[in-house]
């Protein structure tokens, strides 16, 4: 008969008494957990130089300190548009040169995780990864910053027990992405959840940041979503932006266009002031 | 045969192209809908004499302009506590004779608007009570204010063609509160659509508050949860308060202390200016 | 300071050790909760004279025991249908004198229900009705039986405590009706929750039967959820019928026809065969 | 710039006109969309040799044609028992060479899907995996016959655009398999959606299944949901049984003893009749 291990309990993602926030740094200049909140810009897909070098440029007059973009997308239907996947890297790589941005993508297959972390500064796990065992314990077995979104049906015990299996693995650089989950009401694609940046700010060392494109899967109410996250306690935000939404491949209807990235960044700058923080 | 009523589309709740949003007065002072915030605090429900004007007192203190409190309550068991009823109401009278604040009350049953509505500035229709329809036809035949909480499973069009019945039958002062919604996700008692508030200052011209304690439901977080309502746009909060929670007849676990209140007070008072508005 | 009452459980509408099904007589030869399922049809809503007569003797020739029709309808638009009220109650009396069917029909406000429960061999408390405790209370003060629908949102717990409203205020005859809750999945109108039903075959000893044309909203799902229904131990069915389904003023798209509803008969009673029961 | 692939909808997935029943062959004798429905049973996850021998040779007695076993384990926390791995393949196969039952396992990697695939009859997706792409990509590399389980938050749409990805990667063998979703009600474990399987008869070719158990999560209610979804037109069940249900590593609340499993058999085979299928 097999040994079977002994019953633990989550535990590493879990604040202990007095523990204070934990800080995961990316680059000497750009950390998550601190006083000052971490915003990233850029678009849902990575679709061509121009594109993201454009974007990135945008992103960072805006006050953006770190670019992200999709260079694998994990779509419903396999009939839509995939991602430029190695090709993508390659143009992000270009981005950062160009803006000195640090960036977030993607990974989606445990076999790509050695090949993500070679470039990016920080891997993401996407909404319908989170619960992929096989895949968090790879990145848990870097040491790249990960960017754990939330899934549309994960509670928040769920989560932290995700984060459990990369903290587990010896990677402590998790941040967790709160992005709208799914419920009865379909008004906007998702239900933002700010009280579970409420209770993750209590419950957990971790920082915690918010997705306010996929919330609303509407540009109109990105910059409102943005502020109650920054609000909430958020510690960044993750927008989609795009130099022109109407053309992108994916996503087209949430992007902001860079002016209106600009206007959401003044507007969570002065939520950040009025709960205390910086952006 | 009867006639059939022909099909008509909900429109008074809807904005029209280019109309401002509207303003609902209670007092000379008070009204939803404007540039100043409506702050609303008080226990969940009537107690006593003693409880009721130490509360109200405390939160006039800390910046409250409105009275809540229950003298009806609808409780899941018929072996709960359901309210003063009349007594209640009479107790309102003297917390506000001694404090001077206005006071909005929830009343339940078609039979007892009119007792109600003689006493009460505003009529509070709850959460249970949103599709109660022959109860909003009663509380639209009257000019009472009315206070339209959210269903837990409404959606945004409903609750608009809920009001739309308040308004049909001729009363237009309507304020809508979100109050948190019922989700796959318990870790907090309801989930808090801040989205629907930024939606809904698009949709329509009713004033929009937001109840954080309802959605909480654990004082630790009805702080963060208002201060995100604020962000979003929200035109006021309703918040639980009690001088003693720990002793309340219900919902202790959700209560603000008046000390609690202050700080929350404060807190969404920055925020309020970081969006251009004022509490 | 007024009294308190004492805390007291759920306890009537709870099965107790070795209690056996209660049975809720409607008629000498009609009656919940025994070997035989009671097979309930008829319109969403009563129209004028020749459409119910035509319906009733439709459905009593399929097999159904019983006859429903709204006269008071509650519809999400203040500008929907909704219903002919006393005249639509003349009209189901006229129906059962034609077909001797006994009848059951909604009531939506506390002041209607003795004129109802006067007329009415049943009183139908629908879903968005479901914590109307004043209604609850009205309902419970008569000994007329009662169909208590579930609400879109009401967990298990919440709908015995509903119930235990209605038994407590005296009025033992009471039957549950689960008609789909309202989740993510938006393929049908409601998700039927046939596990509700096997849940309170063990939790309480009211009788349980299913409406499956609420929660298909479609008329070609109807037979498939009526047959799980009566594979999970439903004590009975609520089919909607329709003499001309494509004129009905509301619920068009569920309506069965009198054939379809002759087939659903046929194939439940087989089901009903299957599992020791008879139709 | 990259080449965009062309916008395609889902359609392989779907039933074209008049198009009949697809058959997933996993035996000569043993075959899903066909008139007999199919019975799998076994245990949560394989164990030691002595368990799975056990329940296979109990649940063969009675009536089942296919033995499931988890060798991989997808687990929330990281420290609950993740599976035998290779190990437990070995076991699964010890276990079909003693009693004859084809096999169907989880597989929760794309590297494993080779090994695998070598092993067993069937390979699962578990609810998990429904829209892991890379994985999904995997297996429809091979030809081995697919169970695909639902997430407890897919929509029906959802689900047949991830066996599209099977589909269109050129492996047909996809039987879909329904297990309950996740919604406000915490009843049961989960909501089995029996309208769902209702709804795939008509809109997909492929065979539909269902899992009483992961729906139930508790042994009382198993047998009334597997009865309700042989009534609602499934083509098969995947029961959880173990000989001694108490000393399961895994899901020991919701597993059926050899006994109760034979009473589930017996029960849904006379339900089976009533709509004329065999078990």
Redesign the interface.
């Known amino acids: 008969?097999?040994a079977?291990?002994?019953?633990?309990?989550?535990s590493l993602a879990l604040r202990q008494d007095g523990q204070p926030d934990s800080l995961v740094h990316i680059t000497p200049e750009v950390c998550f957990g601190g006083e000052k909140l971490v915003l990233i810009g850029g678009p849902c897909a990575v679709?061509?130089l121009q594109q993201i070098i454009e974007t990135a440029q945008a992103v960072v007059q805006a006050g953006a300190v770190m670019l992200r973009g999709g260079a694998w997308k994990?779509?419903?239907?396999?009939?839509?548009?995939?991602g430029?996947k190695e090709?993508g890297l390659e143009l992000l790589v270009q981005a950062r040169e160009a803006t000195g941005l640090p960036i977030v993508t993607e990974v989606?297959?445990?076999?790509d995780v050695d090949k993500v972390a070679q470039v990016a500064d920080m891997l993401q796990i996407g909404s319908?990864?989170v619960?992929?065992?096989?895949l968090l314990r790879e990145v848990g077995s870097t040491q790249k910053p990960v960017l754990l979104k939330r899934g549309?049906?994960t509670?928040?015990?769920?989560w932290l027990?995700a984060a459990?299996?990369i903290l587990?693995?010896g990677n402590k650089n998790v941040v967790l992405c709160e992005r709208?989950?799914?419920?009865?009401?379909?008004?906007?694609r998702n239900?933002?959840?700010?009280?579970?940046?409420?209770?993750l700010?209590?419950k957990t060392h971790l920082p915690v940041i918010v997705d306010p494109s996929h919330?609303?899967g509407d540009f109109?109410?990105v910059t409102?979503?943005a502020?109650?996250?920054?609000?909430?306690?958020a510690d960044g935000l993750l927008v989609e932006t795009h130099c022109h939404p109407s053309d992108a491949?994916s996503d087209a209807g949430q992007s902001l266009t860079p002016q209106q990235f600009s206007e959401l960044t003044a507007?969570c700058r002065?939520?950040a002031?009025?709960?205390g923080r910086t952006l």
Not at 108 to 111: G, T
């Open positions: 008969m097999a079977v291990q002994p019953k633990k309990k989550i679709e061509n994990p779509r419903t239907s396999p009939y839509d548009f995939q430029l090709e989606l297959d445990p076999r319908r990864s619960q992929n065992f096989p549309m049906m509670t928040v015990d769920e027990a459990e299996y587990a693995a709208g989950i799914r419920t009865f009401d379909t008004t906007l239900t933002l959840d700010v009280g579970a940046v409420a209770v700010k209590h919330a609303a109109r109410y409102a979503l502020k109650a996250a920054v609000a909430a306690g491949l507007g002065a939520v002031t009025a709960v």
